[in-house]
């Protein structure tokens, strides 16, 4: 399998953000070759990954300086993103890192999750700082639902796999979507409501995407492309604000999984999501179901 890496979309313009960006990458260039393909020591990873560490760090705090600087509007959703990052996320993968003794599947969760993360933020976040992504949300309202669908789905899904995308329309959830993965992202509120988000998509598309997305090919899904498009899904969460009328930092991630067929039938089997989007591309079909989680009794 070829190397991840960096592609020029990426790139947003300014110089001392596309050049810590270029850097990150590297590095997770740099432990995936090491460690995942020529399978060299724990200390290698080691000090791999506390260079991104002290890296990513470094970036945040010269691109926070830089969003103060100009005064960009969105700076306090920004950092929270930020130090999600850096106080939540990366600390819990150094730990499962460590509790595994670095093995194979905890260094391809690591690579996936930074890499997934850095992509979304880019293309998503990191564009809206000088007004190249559309950073509007409104509550999802007939009269508006094409324009809101594609502010917060289509346009930044197209920045993400570099390639069209079109809203076609409602899908059922009695229909099939052929050789179908499953992926179910489940967010909880203060209030301890719960919202469940569903990709449905080709296998053979959701490869393509991951490589579109990382500038590779992957023949089969292995911890990297899970990893990695579980956080391309968590960033397209920062958008789904207008389905619920809620601030995106009020979601907090509780679980993200595959799941069979079987299982999604039989989530669905008495009643339809509150929202099912179907979404064509030149490959084929996915879908996109949004649903708040009904409570018990």
């Not at 959701?206 to 997305?213: H, T, Y």
């Amino acid at each position: 399998m070829r190397q991840i890496q960096w592609q020029d979309r990426f790139n947003i313009g300014v110089e001392i953000v596309d050049k810590a960006h270029r850097r990150l990458f590297t590095i997770v260039e740099k432990m995936m070759d090491l460690y995942v393909e020529k399978h060299e020591n724990r200390f290698a990873c080691v000090e791999g990954i506390k260079y991104f560490k002290a890296y990513a760090l470094q970036h945040f705090a010269e691109e926070e300086a830089y969003m103060r600087q100009i005064g960009y509007a969105g700076y306090s959703a920004h950092k929270k993103l930020h130090d999600k990052m850096r106080l939540e996320t990366l600390p819990a993968l150094e730990r499962l890192l460590y509790d595994s003794n670095f093995s194979t599947e905890a260094v391809q969760r690591f690579i996936g999750v930074c890499t997934g993360w850095l992509t979304g933020h880019i293309l998503i976040e990191d564009r809206a700082i000088i007004g190249t992504a559309d950073n509007k949300s409104a509550l999802l309202r007939p009269e508006g639902e094409l324009s809101v669908i594609d502010t917060v789905i289509v346009s930044p899904l197209q920045e993400i796999f570099g390639c069209q995308i079109q809203f076609i329309g409602t899908f059922s959830t009695k229909d099939a979507i052929l050789n179908a993965q499953y992926y179910e992202l489940t967010y909880s509120t203060q209030e301890e409501r719960l919202l469940r988000i569903i990709l449905i998509i080709e296998e053979r598309m959701l490869l393509r995407a991951a490589g579109l997305a990382f500038g590779i090919d992957f023949y089969e899904r292995n911890e990297i492309v899970c990893f990695a498009m579980q956080e391309i899904a968590q960033n397209l969460i920062q958008r789904a604000e207008f389905v619920f009328g809620r601030r995106p930092d009020e979601y907090q991630l509780e679980t993200g999984r595959f799941l069979e067929r079987e299982e999604f039938c039989e989530i669905f089997g008495a009643r339809e999501p509150q929202y099912s989007l179907l979404f064509e591309v030149k490959e084929g079909c996915f879908a996109l179901c949004f649903d708040q989680i009904p409570e018990p009794g």
